[in-house]
């Protein structure tokens, strides 16, 4: 939500109209969570603006410390990863619990690899990698 100042000139005040932002990549954060129907979510594909373009993350290339770590940083107590088992190359996203979690095609995959330690405290501190023309399956 936010409030936009409209004059009232009858009465010469100012007075504020508050509005809905109902455009998910106008949200204030770097940092969300989209269901799979790309709406705001606590359950689903989690995503990165960078340079003002959003994108996921390999979800193959990420490790537990940094799941807990973007689900804290977003005011979650915790997270849990369900989906993009590197040992057996199950790809979850496309058909968990019957839909599609992979996202747009059209958008870019920015991360093959975020890696977080105990210590770090912000996913800006983990270990990133960055994406080289990779697909969201």
């Given amino acids: 939500m936010f409030g936009v100042t409209v004059k009232n000139y009858e ?7 508050t509005m809905k932002i109902d455009n998910v990549d106008m949200i204030e954060s770097n940092l969300r969570i989209l269901d799979f129907k790309g709406q705001l979510s606590s359950f689903g ?3 990165f603006r960078v340079k003002g373009l959003w994108g996921s993350i390999n979800a193959k290339g990420i490790n537990k ?24 190359q199950l790809m979850v996203c496309e058909n968990y619990q019957g839909n599609d979690y992979c996202g747009q095609t059209q958008l870019p995959v920015h991360f ?10 912000n996913i ?9 023309d990779q697909d969201h399956k």
């Fill in 11 to 17: 009465n010469a005040k100012k007075s504020f109209v």
């Fill in 45 to 47: 594909r989690v995503e």
């Fill in 65 to 88: 410390n940094a799941v807990k770590n973007i689900c804290k940083q977003m005011g979650y107590l915790t997270g849990n990863k369900v989906n993009g088992d590197a040992a057996s």
């Fill in 112 to 121: 093959t690899a975020i890696k977080c330690d105990d210590q770090d405290k």
């Fill in 124 to 132: 800006i501190d983990c270990y990133r990698e960055i994406s080289v």
